[in-house]
């Protein structure tokens, strides 16, 4: 049970950090497909920063550090998608479909050359990082506390005072609803845009660090993050694009991909022999279920993924 | 000179250009990648990587290793039709990768555990996909739900439930699922005497005629049928073709039913060679559904063109196996595709730098016209 509770507020933690960059994004009206992408480059950072630290580190300054690490993998990687997307009016599907499969054989090729360089027979695209792990991990009577969880909680506020609460935050919606309206009220929309997507590389960056910390000691990088990226986006959806919401959807998500986990030690569960694949499939079967009820009055920013263009109106 | 700048203003001309700009640049990132990694063997390496079957000195092993490109050419080719053809509607077709994972469910499970015939196998992979189309498309049409959204629920969907079909038939000490020659011979594709022409390469089979085939037979319904049309003319804009008259929901439904046709065609396209076993245990969905958006736009978005694009992309994929694994990852043929994808995304852009281009230096010949 505490096993339970403990890989829900986990991978929620991941959902939510990951979705509400997608849900920063989308309301500046770039729809940001390439946060699969963005979390792997988010995770490289971070294991190369928990690699290359030295091995008795403050926990505090590995922290700081790893997280610093993938905040600017991600932010790096999502300037790939603001430029195409914004100023160069790709097709944003297109452009972040692209960063998926460049994400995955970028961080690849990487990691291989770093592994072969250190030691000529290691081809391998494993880091291992189980010493600088525990840092982030406090045992409290069998559940184990990670602090992601809290800076998951923290970013989540802050999100939500960022949107609703600020100038900021405003201006970023209306161009993700109006991107006329705001410009002729005098928002600089590519600015803005900018802005948005940054962010998104911000927060998908860092829910890549968690994703692999989450469970594992080592992360073989060639099978990316598994859908995790594209799991957010639904999620994000899910909860309409709002941050509450998206905070409970990423519990509910969470919720079951932590019962694949760990169904097995429920003896009803495990009498229902029902394979851990199921489980997993379970929440985008739910969201599709739910999109097609929903969808009808989508609360969707009305401008997302259409590029804006001054000359047009 | 007058004739030279009108054929530059060609739309095909100006894809092909386009395209290969987008390759040019894409290898050459690569290259200074492999600089990077290592400076000393990085030029060998990129010719090794782009020359793929030709690193093979004599003539037979050369048309051997060219087959075995082909054969993973097939698929890629139906999966870019799939993508392309929905594209044409104004539809993103990213369900083509789930497509093509239910299409070699299908298959796979058709031939091993009901042993039936080739032609009923790929008949059940291409209702297969077209199913996980037609939900998309159903869901577009009737739920206003985003076909890349349900595209990549379905992905996820599709993965998980083949994995859980296709353990049923898979071998007891590996992942891997029966060989299907040993297992049900009749399933494999026939090779009509093609493997003979490359080195007796028995996995060179009627997929690779077909899947050009129906790239001619997808071109012609575009551009010569009143469906293509009605297809086209959503695809340019949605709400005129409404207006005239044009079935919208129909024509969505049935654009994506198509799609996934298409893609879970290509799947048992690969898979009923015997080219290669499905493991049960992969955990990302297989990238030939997102290579084949890759084809789709290299293809400059034509049909035709995706039979080209298709096979340059399969053949730097193949290529990247021949590099020296101690000091190059073969993933950098992933990286030069994935590179080459994003730059399709400038295509627009490029487009428009050559006819502001053209246009100014027709701007500039009539002021020097009229001054003289």
Redesign the interface.
């Known amino acids: 049970m505490i096993l339970l509770i403990q890989y829900t507020l986990i991978f929620a933690s991941v959902l939510l950090l990951v979705a509400l960059g997608g849900c920063f994004s989308e309301h500046s009206g770039v729809i940001n ?1 390439g946060l699969e992408g963005i979390m792997v480059l988010g995770a490289l950072g971070g294991a190369l920063a928990m690699k290359y630290m030295p091995a008795g580190t403050n926990a505090f300054v590995m922290i700081l550090a790893v997280c610093v690490c993938a905040i600017l993998a991600g932010m790096c990687y999502s300037v ?1 998608l603001a430029v ?2 914004i100023n ?4 944003q ?3 972040g ?6 994400s ?3 961080a ?2 990487i990691v ?2 770093i592994n ?1 360089a250190e030691n ?1 027979d290691n ?1 391998s ?1 494993v880091i291992q990082y189980i010493n600088a792990k525990k840092a982030f991990i406090i045992n409290i009577a069998g559940f184990e506390f990670n602090w992601f969880m809290v800076i998951a909680a923290c970013l989540l506020g802050i999100s939500y005072v960022v949107l609703y609460k600020t100038r900021f935050g405003l201006r970023l919606m209306a161009c993700g609803e109006n991107p006329q309206a705001a410009d002729s009220v005098g928002i600089n929309v590519y600015k803005m845009r900018w802005a948005g997507v940054l962010i998104s590389g911000l927060l998908g960056g860092l829910g890549g660090i968690v994703y692999i910390t989450a469970g594992v000691s080592e992360w073989k990088f ?3 993050v ?2 995790f990226g ?2 957010s ?2 999620v994000m ?1 899910f909860g309409q694009w709002k941050p509450t919401k998206i905070a409970l959807a990423a519990l509910l998500f969470g919720f079951f991909r932590a019962l694949s986990n760990v169904y097995t030690g429920f003896a009803f569960l495990a009498a229902l022999k029902i ?1 851990s ?2 489980y ?2 379970m929440p ?2 739910i ?2 279920v739910v ?3 929903t ?2 009055n ?1 609360r969707a920013p009305k401008a997302e993924g259409i590029p804006y263009d001054k000359g047009s109106r | 000179m007058k004739e030279k700048e009108n054929f530059l203003k060609k739309p095909g001309v100006q894809s092909v250009l386009t395209s290969l700009i987008c390759i040019i640049l894409g290898l050459f990132v690569g290259y200074i990648a492999l600089l990077i990694i290592n400076p000393a063997g990085a030029s060998k390496a990129i010719i090794t990587l782009v020359k793929n079957f030709l690193n093979y000195p004599t003539f037979p092993a050369q048309m051997k290793y060219l087959g075995n490109t082909l054969v993973k050419t097939a698929p890629l080719l139906m999966c870019a039709l799939s993508v392309c053809f929905c594209y044409k509607a104004g539809l993103f077709n990213i369900g083509a990768a789930g497509q093509y994972v239910a299409g070699a469910g299908a298959a796979l499970y058709a031939a091993l555990a009901w042993n039936l015939p080739w032609f009923v196998c790929l008949l059940l992979a291409m209702c297969a996909g077209g199913v996980l189309g037609c939900i998309s498309g159903y869901l577009k049409a009737n739920h206003n739900v985003n076909e890349v959204i349900s595209g990549i629920m379905l992905n996820w969907i599709s993965l998980y439930t083949v994995n859980v079909l296709l353990a049923k038939v898979k071998e007891q000490a590996s992942p891997y699922t029966f060989n299907l020659a040993s297992k049900n011979p009749s399933s494999i594709l026939p090779t009509m005497g093609l493997d003979k022409l490359f080195s007796n390469n028995r996995y060179v089979t009627i997929a690779i005629p077909l899947s050009i085939l129906i790239a001619i037979l997808i071109s012609v319904i575009l551009t010569k049928t009143k469906f293509g049309y009605e297809l086209r003319a959503t695809g340019f804009n949605k709400d005129a073709a409404k207006y005239a008259g044009m079935r919208e929901r129909r024509n969505i439904i049935l654009t994506l039913t198509i799609g996934g046709a298409l893609a879970g065609l290509g799947a048992a396209f690969l898979f009923l060679t015997a080219f290669e076993q499905w493991s049960v245990t992969q955990s990302s969905v297989p990238g030939m559904g997102f290579n084949g958006i890759a084809a789709t736009f290299l293809g400059g978005l034509n049909p035709i063109g995706t039979i080209f694009s298709s096979f340059f992309i399969q053949h730097i994929n193949n290529g990247g196996a021949y590099l020296d694994k101690a000091v190059y990852p073969s993933q950098i043929s992933d990286l030069i595709i994935a590179l080459i994808i994003y730059l399709c995304g400038f295509v627009l852009f490029f487009k428009s730098f050559i006819n502001a281009r053209i246009s100014a230096g027709d701007g500039k010949k009539a002021k020097k016209g009229g001054n003289a």
């Open positions: 497909l790939l195409a997307a160069f009016k790709a097709d599907t297109l452009i479909t692209a960063m998926n499969i460049l995955t054989a970028l690849t090729v291989k050359s072969v000529p081809v695209s060639e099978v990316g598994a859908g594209f799991l986006l639904a959806i394979p694949t199921v997993n499939m985008y079967i969201s599709l999109l097609a009820f969808s009808k989508s």
